[in-house]
């Protein structure tokens, strides 16, 4: 119940306030670093539905490609739980590492998957000019959410 509370506070968020208030490169990915979260805290059984999930609220709202964010999100939820058992999974510092290299990540398989499947011209120019803006702001919102009491909790099954 709190985790779904959360996930549509963050969608209005995402979607509603912060296009209002903030340039669209200085926006928080909200549902990506909820994504990381989840997939350092949940099991696989919960934590993949979710994933897949997320990246597709991720695309309903964006207006881009549906399933683009849904298969990069498993994708990324998929290599990140074959590792994170190898690692401490409760560190702050590792969530604010992981945000920024998924953030690199899916911004790498997106590109991927949009110059394979379309035939957009200026899709690079776009996509790379946005990246540094929004590996800071992604991590500075991992390092915020760090700060919440109950941070090194595991997550319960919904």
């Known amino acids: 119940m709190l985790f779904s509370c959360l996930v549509m506070a963050a969608l209005v968020l995402q979607v509603a306030v912060f296009p209002v208030f903030l340039r669209p490169s200085f926006k928080p990915d909200l549902l990506l670093v909820i994504m990381v979260f989840m997939t350092l805290r949940a099991s696989f ?15 309903v709202f964006s207006g881009l490609y549906l399933g683009l964010n849904a298969i990069t999100f498993l994708i990324v939820f998929l290599f990140i739980r074959s590792v994170s058992d190898r690692l401490y999974a409760d560190s702050a510092l590792l969530f604010v590492l992981a945000v920024a290299g998924v953030t ?28 540094v803006p929004r590996l800071l702001v992604n991590a500075f919102a991992a390092s915020l959410v760090t700060l919440f009491p109950g941070f090194d909790r595991q997550l319960e099954a919904p």
């Open 104 to 131: 690199i990540a899916g911004f790498t398989l997106n590109l991927l998957l949009l110059v394979m499947l379309t035939t957009s011209p200026g899709i690079v120019y776009s996509m790379v000019s946005d990246i």
């Open 45 to 59: 059984e919960v934590g993949a539905p979710l994933a897949w999930l997320l990246g597709l609220f991720n695309d």
